[in-house]
């Protein structure tokens, strides 16, 4: 019960980011258009069935995320500097979907309506199956792995929940999101700070 009440009060705290006018990459394809996704250099990419259905709100932890269209386009940002401006407001944590394609450390660069700018860390593991190397949480895996012409069993691929913390006692109007192409982010939410909690 306990767990149940603070998912809900986390819930209510957040709000997704609409990052749809900087989608640039397909990571997702359909067992029967395998070669239309292209992660990384290889073109892998995640199989769609096990994946939510596109355009849909899913929680993670308690975490409302918009899901991203699948098999109707680009459906995540592979990064490369895209500025995403945001509701300007308090906020204790940047929430994002993402996957790198080797586990990466890099920045976002939080801006805030009085003009400062904050380098915070975030750190993604591989979208290649194994142990989050940065304590992220596994928001979906599928079980098999897509390649250009096949699909791999026993190749399971996987997309991580990760946030990275708002330090700043000030109202964020903006992140950038790292120079980094082989970081690729699915959807970002922000989590407002507490009532109380934001002075």
């Known amino acids: ?30 067992a029967t258009a395998t070669k239309a996704g292209a992660f990384n250099v290889w073109g892998n990419s995640y199989a769609a069935e096990y994946l939510p259905a596109g355009e849909s709100l899913v929680h993670v932890a308690g975490v409302p995320f918009r899901f991203p269209p699948v098999c109707d386009g680009p459906d995540n940002v592979r990064c490369a500097g895209q500025f995403l401006e945001v509701p300007e407001g308090r906020y204790d944590w940047v929430h994002v979907l993402a996957a790198a394609e080797r586990r990466c450390e890099d920045t976002v660069e939080l801006s805030f309506g009085d003009g400062s700018v904050d380098a915070e860390p975030l750190r993604v593991s591989d979208f290649w199956a194994a142990p989050a190397w940065f304590g992220e949480i596994t928001a979906f895996e599928s079980p098999v792995m897509h390649y250009p012409h096949h699909v791999q069993r026993g190749v399971p691929a996987v997309m991580w929940a990760q946030r990275v913390p708002v330090t700043r006692r000030a109202d964020l109007a903006g992140v950038r999101l790292p120079r980094n192409v082989a970081v690729h982010v699915f959807a970002v939410t922000l989590q407002r700070a507490e009532a109380g909690h934001d002075q």
């Open 1 to 30: 019960m306990t767990n149940t009440l603070v998912t809900s009060a986390i819930t209510r705290l957040c709000d997704p980011v609409d990052i749809s006018g900087h989608r640039n990459n397909t990571a997702i394809s359909a």
